[in-house]
């Protein structure tokens, strides 16, 4: 294993962290000023996934497959989902703080189901990142509905659930999007039918915009970065990679602030410290049943 990181895997995780915060200010754009319902823009984005890895499912099915279909809705689709309906009323920087609950979670599901042991610096980082992300929400501000940002944290609470038992699953990450895209795609599309109206309206309405809004949250965040990050950690030390992801709640908060007007109070910014050093602390411990990976939430 390299000791250091080459200038090219710096720059691809430069690109990943750019891509993940800026989607975050993308989805919200498009579930609120664009008015497109959220679970039929997570139909749109799992429908352009599929159609790029749809060339993986013909490589045959893979083994359990009813679990594949289900814990790959649940970090995708079924997460997604909850946070584009919670960026409806939520502002950017708080869903990006919301989603650094994602690694102490990750851990919490661990040690209850999968028996993991927890030291006295995880479970110190554990109760910094949920008391920093507790402090960021919990602070009075007219652009954050709570009903909002508590749908944010169903999709991250949901993700992080299903997250701990991925390693489980006898199939490559790049795959089991493609499986994911198939079973979000299965459930989302009779969900938005049921459930929300003005679909066609909302595209129509401005096709050119809300065609961006998809494609670049479907290939460039969820086919281009996700496939070179998890590259880049199959090729080095995971101490290395992830902590590197960090970055994003970061550029979400700047990118909200610059793109959508974000408010950015004094709560949010100690609150957010808090939760990145907290979640700091969590990804560069070691972890014997969870891989490193999973403690990170793309968004």
């Known amino acids: 294993m390299p000791k250091s990181l080459p200038l090219s895997a710096l720059g691809i995780m430069l690109f990943c962290n750019l891509a993940w915060a800026m989607n975050v200010v993308v989805s919200k754009i498009a579930v609120s000023t664009l008015g497109v ?3 039929f823009y997570t139909v749109m984005r799992s429908a352009t996934v599929l159609a790029v890895l749809f060339p993986l499912l013909l ?8 679990l594949v279909l289900l814990i790959g809705f649940a970090i995708t689709g079924g997460s997604f989902g909850l946070q584009f309906v919670g960026l409806q009323t939520a502002s950017p920087s708080m869903v990006g703080i919301v989603n650094l609950s994602g690694a102490p979670l990750t851990v919490l599901f661990a040690i209850l189901f999968l028996g993991e042991e927890v030291r006295w610096r995880r479970g110190l980082g ?5 008391g920093g992300v ?3 929400i919990g602070a009075p501000s007219g652009a954050n509905d709570p009903v909002g940002l ?3 944290f169903a999709g991250v609470l949901i993700g992080a659930f299903a997250s701990v038992f991925v390693k489980r699953l006898d199939i490559g990450a790049v795959s089991l999007q493609a499986w994911a895209g198939l079973a979000s795609l299965g459930v989302m599309l009779p969900a938005t039918v049921l459930l929300e109206s003005g679909q066609m309206q909302s595209v129509s309405a401005a096709p050119l915009a809300v065609a961006g809004c998809v494609l670049f949250a479907g290939v460039i965040v969820s086919v281009g970065a996700h496939s070179a990050y998890f590259r880049l950690f ?3 030390d995971a101490n290395l990679i992830v902590p590197l992801t ?10 909200g602030t610059w793109l959508t007007g974000d408010e950015i109070g004094w709560p949010l910014i ?11 602390i969590i990804v560069i411990r070691p972890s014997r049943n969870i891989f490193k990976p999973q403690l990170v939430r793309e968004s």
Do not use: C, E, N, Y
């Not at 554990?126 to 949920?130: E, N, Q, S, T, V």
């Not at 960090?246 to 990118?255: D, G, S, V």
């Not at 100690?270 to 700091?280: E, K, N, Q, T, Y």
């Open 37 to 39: 319902p959220p679970l």
């Open 59 to 66: 490589r045959g099915v893979p083994a359990r497959l009813p």
């Open 126 to 130: 554990m109760a910094l990142a949920l």
């Open 134 to 136: 507790g402090l960021a």
């Open 150 to 152: 508590s749908f944010a």
């Open 234 to 236: 199959q090729a080095h």
């Open 246 to 255: 960090l970055l994003t709640p970061l550029l979400t908060i700047a990118f």
């Open 270 to 280: 100690i609150g957010g410290a808090l939760a990145l050093i907290g979640v700091a």
